[in-house]
């Protein structure tokens, strides 16, 4: 019996999904509850999928709402919408993030002390949803460092030198140990609120630590955290710890087909010509279908191929003057044909380059100008 809650929350999208399926086959003896945060404004391929997982799983994944919009009679989304006075969420206030997923997540989980398993792959650089609660602590399954960025932040610090040195000292012996200790020693020299700076030097060790073995790393912090407050603090084993997988985006492909649940639609490509060019575009992520943080060769491909959900964002856009999903052009300016054209040769070129420069995922690269994305409804 474990001491703790493990869960697992569905976004409707492939990595996500990808994940629920190799924990079920990797790690059967986790008693894992699965939940979805529901906006009522995903796409019909997110619900589709997320039957297929249930079937799959042989078990439930719990829909959450919030108990003020599931009282409203309206779809979470429209509730908020309005309580929010008409103003479109964005990267600056992201209403929708906290009100529809964070916060039914949290009330969902309690306060019980929880492993929440996030789908970050192995050649993604980025660190996902880290609650500010204490009781929940995140887990990355397809990394080579399974640890969440606070967790690694302490367990490196040059405070602690000394105690994860001991931790290293109940794992490995010799001169295996003696290698690890000339690391461990290595001074960080942090600089104040210089982030980037932080976490590169950081990122650094960590990776000098882990290649001289994932395993005996992942058993080192284990030992680090029993005095912590982090849940897995309260457990006597992980079965985790032994885990030296990365799992990388076709990874996860291979995963989705072979377990029989299948890769969502609207994943697949769509080709269209321009100028004697061919280019395709397809959906890189789940989430709402107007969410702001899509690519605008998402929105055409919206546009195109869900006209009506197209007219439908147009219409949350003419509640409020001044408010857009895009934040330097409206729906319309978008769809205009000589800015279409441009957005489809932008889209073109920027593939070109990525092909040659050896990645086929364009589709995972946003440009610099838009943001990654939110990590609470794209995992």
Same mark, same amino acid.
């Given at each position: 019996m474990s001491n703790i809650k493990h869960v697992l929350g569905i976004s409707g999208g492939k990595d996500s999904a990808a994940l629920a399926i190799y924990m079920r086959e990797k790690y059967p003896q986790l008693d894992i509850?699965? &939940?979805?945060?529901?906006?009522?404004?995903?796409? !019909?391929?997110?619900?589709?999928?997320?039957?297929?997982?249930?079937?799959?799983?042989?078990?439930?994944?719990?829909?959450?709402?919030?108990?003020?919009?599931?009282?409203?009679g309206e779809d979470p989304f429209d509730f908020y919408f309005k309580a929010y006075r008409g103003y479109l969420p964005s990267s600056a206030a992201r209403w929708c993030t906290k009100k529809m997923k964070l916060e039914p997540f949290e009330k969902f989980v309690g306060t019980d002390p929880v492993a929440s398993y996030v789908g970050?792959?192995? !050649?993604?650089?980025?660190?996902?949803?880290?609650?500010?609660?204490?009781?929940?602590?995140?887990? #990355? %399954?397809?990394?080579?460092?399974?640890?969440?960025?606070?967790?690694?932040?302490?367990?490196?610090?040059d405070a602690n030198r000394s105690v994860l040195a001991n931790c290293f000292s109940d794992v490995i012996k010799g001169k295996k140990l003696d290698k690890v200790n000339i690391r461990i020693e290595e001074p960080l020299l942090l600089k104040d609120r210089n982030y980037d700076y932080n976490r590169k030097?950081?990122?650094?060790?960590?990776?000098?630590?882990?290649?001289?073995?994932?395993?005996?790393?992942?058993?080192?912090? #284990?030992?680090?955290?029993?005095?912590?407050?982090? %849940?897995?603090?309260k457990e006597t084993d992980f079965p985790l710890l032994n885990n030296e997988e990365v799992l990388v985006r076709k990874d996860i492909f291979d995963l989705l087909e072979k377990s029989g649940v299948g890769v969502p639609a609207y994943y697949n490509k769509v080709e269209f010509e321009l100028d004697g060019q061919k280019g395709d575009y397809a959906r890189s992520r789940s989430g709402c279908y107007f969410c702001f943080f899509q690519q605008k060769i998402e929105w055409i491909w919206l546009y195109e191929q869900h006209p009506d959900l197209f007219k439908k964002?147009?219409? &949350?856009?003419?509640?409020?003057?001044?408010?857009?999903?895009?934040? !330097?052009?409206?729906?319309?300016?978008?769809?205009?044909p000589e800015r279409m054209h441009q957005i489809k040769n932008d889209h073109i070129q920027r593939k070109e380059k990525a092909n040659s420069n050896g990645s086929t995922y364009l589709l995972d690269i946003l440009d610099s100008t838009e943001n990654t994305g939110c990590a609470a409804c794209f995992v």
């Open positions: 509850l699965y &939940y979805y945060c529901d906006t009522g404004k995903e796409l !019909d391929e997110t619900y589709q999928l997320i039957e297929s997982l249930k079937s799959y799983l042989g078990r439930d994944i719990v829909t959450l709402q919030s108990e003020e919009a599931k009282n409203s970050i792959r192995g !050649d993604e650089d980025r660190e996902g949803y880290i609650s500010t609660k204490k009781s929940i602590q995140s887990i #990355f %399954p397809f990394r080579k460092n399974i640890w969440s960025e606070d967790v690694i932040s302490l367990v490196l610090s030097r950081t990122q650094e060790k960590l990776g000098k630590l882990l290649d001289l073995g994932v395993v005996e790393f992942n058993h080192a912090v #284990f030992n680090f955290l029993k005095n912590t407050e982090y %849940p897995l603090a964002a147009i219409k &949350y856009e003419n509640e409020k003057e001044g408010f857009t999903w895009n934040q !330097d052009e409206t729906l319309m300016d978008l769809i205009k």
